[in-house]
């Protein structure tokens, strides 16, 4: 009996029935099937965010048929087939059915194929060659993918060391899909095989690299995946400046505790030592974007040095001046670092405070020094800084007067 889907509501949601209709009015019936990652969620019951469509269809009719039914389509990856359809404001990746014609470790050259048997073979692994019909109708060409994807395994399509030699970049993959779907001890011919080719990886861009590692860093549990790369010396090659494997451990603790998110930047963070140019190198090499480079430097600067125990009035003061994102993430990251968690409820107290804490607007300006007497020019700001010291000392009193007189008084000091 061939197996199916329960129905889905990603399935059946009107944009997709949408697009799926604009592509059999071109192509027929199955013409295009759901694959890879969308179709193994399903089938182990995750949520699925993102839909990937295969399809007969060669790129150029893949527009062809979006325009003739209203729909916005963009070539996004067209040299590699494919395009991606827009209805209802949700993004759709359509791809051509593809066959390798020639791998050098970074790119493929491709071949546009009829052949569903073809597209699959040229997939890295098993779990991630599943497709499955508008009907829900499940399909495994390679005759794994089905039981790897209900069991947690991740097993190369074909010969391992053959897919990795493809293109090296399978290799992260292998633990990026190890961190999010594997369970189990992991394939051990997949795993000597990215072991074995680890170098390759050196060939690979940084900003490929950068996206499997924050994509692997984002799963809930990557810990025992990051544990066999470092055992099979792919961290070491990918992230030579890991330093400190024992804080990464613990942070997934810390956050799961703090009831946060799978933070990848700042997992990735807790690898390095407490220091901004180190930060901003990595950030550099991996081709991040500034606003992560500049994350990255806040959460690893070593001063001011945080504790458990501070106050709340000098918990006040620290998110004010650094900013609530950056507190959060050195709390998190010094949290992290001490091995023994018994401040955990210490640390708990310090994000709520930081998170129920509306940041107040200091209320002087430039204006209101130069009208207290100081004229134009740097003395402006420096007063404005020594009232705003003040103030904060104070922890934030809503006191305008109170202000005024300090303004005053700093004022006066110029003057003595």
Known sequence: MTEALAPQPWMTAASTRRVLAALEAAGGADCARFVGGCVSNAIIGRPVDDIDIATTLEPKAVMEALRAASLNGHPTGIEHGTITAVAQGKPFEITTLRRDVETDGRRAVVAFTTDWSEDAARRDFRLNALYAGADGRLYDPTG??????????????????????EDALRILRFFRFLAWYGRGDPDPAGLAACAALRDLTLSLSAERVSAELLKLLGAEDPRPAVRLMEEADVLALILPEAADLARFLRIVDAEAAALLAPDALLRLAAFLPDDPEVGEAVAQRLRLSNAQRDRLAEALKP??????????????????????????DRVVLTWAAHEHQAAAVQWLALLALADNWERPQFPLSGTDVVAAGVPKGPLVGKVLRDVETWWIDSDFPDDKLALVERLKAAVQGLAS
């Open 303 to 328: 001063e001011p040095r945080l504790v458990s125990g501070i106050s709340p009035k000098e918990t006040r003061a620290l998110v004010y001046r650094m900013g609530l994102r950056a507190f959060k």
């Open 144 to 165: 794994g993918g089905l039981e790897d994807a209900r069991a947690g395994r991740i097993v190369f399509v074909g010969e391992p060391q053959m897919r990795i030699r």
